[in-house]
């Protein structure tokens, strides 16, 4: 018999997929909303077919996301419920979705890569944000993902941030603007302009009219490989270096570093990865990143190093209690 660890890596691949299943046919919403019920229960009550949700319950209770009981029934575990939840805030479900029904498919470039390089497979390809933001679902699939991502650690990263006395922020790929509003939320005085590509604009105007927040959250359209960033007096990065290589993410930050008022600060929010190279969700996502987009995630000392050539000083990190973290730099 393997070991467990060596289990959970080789059967992983169907634990991943029976939790897209069971939330997808509204499996974990049910045993959430009804509590603990039989597969045979649960089958009837959605009308699916009950023999196959018995299977993946079965992968789900194995790895703990589920609990089944000496009769059979399954309910979601305590500790797992808020993630699968999707009216609470931390739910995980549309960033689930994108990673199997979008990077499972391109995982398979791994192969030629390592045959290849990934310039060569590459070259014919568009470019990243061309494939994701490729059309409307697929915008809004990438956009809910990054939402579900980011939202909840964003209000923990924006206290981090200490933006009292901040009036102008600008969030560098802000997207449906999770930041953003965790930001306005915290800091009655902060405006925010979410500086991102032409497609995004709906999807924040969105934001901004179901949150109520009027004139303090706005939209400036761009392209951060050719447009001047807009002037603030802090610019702000979230899961964006991530996706360059060094080259463009030091010419991004000395944009920044033009755009930032005299004394302001720029903010980078990221996975960070351990000097040892752990843990597991910034290597796996690092190797997301290889075949999604054109970057990998880095050290905070790589992120620091990045700021100082760019110009800025007292370069800080603070680590959040998720996966997100937080290095600041000051221009002089």
């Not at 390089?117 to 390809?125: N, Y």
């Not at 953003?180 to 969105?206: I, K, N, S």
């Not at 270096?241 to 080259?247: A, T």
Request: hydrophobic residues 40%.
């Amino acid at each position: 018999m393997a070991p467990g660890t060596l289990d959970n890596v080789v059967y992983g691949l169907f634990s991943t997929h029976a939790l897209h299943l069971a939330d997808r046919h509204g499996v974990l919403a049910h045993l959430i909303e009804r509590g603990p019920s039989s597969a045979a229960e649960t089958a009837a009550a959605l009308t699916i077919d009950a023999e196959t949700l018995e299977r993946l319950l079965l992968v789900l209770a194995a790895v703990s996301v589920v609990e089944r009981d000496a009769d059979g029934r399954y309910r979601v575990a305590e500790e797992t419920a808020p993630f699968l939840d999707s009216r609470d805030p931390r739910y995980l479900g549309g960033f689930v979705d994108h990673l199997v029904t979008n990077t499972t498919g391109q995982l398979t470039r791994l192969h030629h890569y390592l045959e290849r390089g990934k310039e060569a497979v590459d070259a014919a390809l568009p470019s990243p944000f061309e494939t994701i933001y490729r059309d409307e679902e697929a915008t809004e699939s990438f956009l809910r993902a990054m939402w579900q991502l980011s939202f909840e650690p964003s209000k923990e990263l924006a206290g981090l941030a200490g933006l009292d006395g901040t009036r102008r922020l600008v969030d560098v790929g802000g997207a449906s603007g999770a930041f953003a509003v965790a930001a306005l939320d915290r800091y009655p005085e902060l405006r925010v302009t979410v500086f991102d590509l032409p497609e995004v604009g709906t999807h924040l105007e969105r934001t901004r009219d179901a949150r109520g927040l009027g004139d303090r959250l706005g939209f400036a359209a761009g392209d951060f490989f050719r447009d001047p960033l807009p002037a603030a007096d802090c610019v702000s990065f979230g899961y964006i270096l991530s996706d360059w290589e060094d080259d463009f993410c030091l010419e991004l930050l000395r944009k920044a570093h033009k755009a930032c008022a005299s004394g302001g600060r720029v903010l980078i929010m990221e996975r960070l990865f351990d000097e040892d190279g752990g843990p597991l969700p910034t290597a796996a996502m690092n190797l997301s990143m290889h075949v999604e987009t054109r970057g990998r995630h880095r050290t905070a000392a790589e992120y620091t190093a990045l700021l100082e050539e760019a110009g800025f000083t007292d370069c800080v990190t603070r680590r959040s209690s998720w996966d997100k973290h937080l290095v600041i730099g000051s221009r002089p």
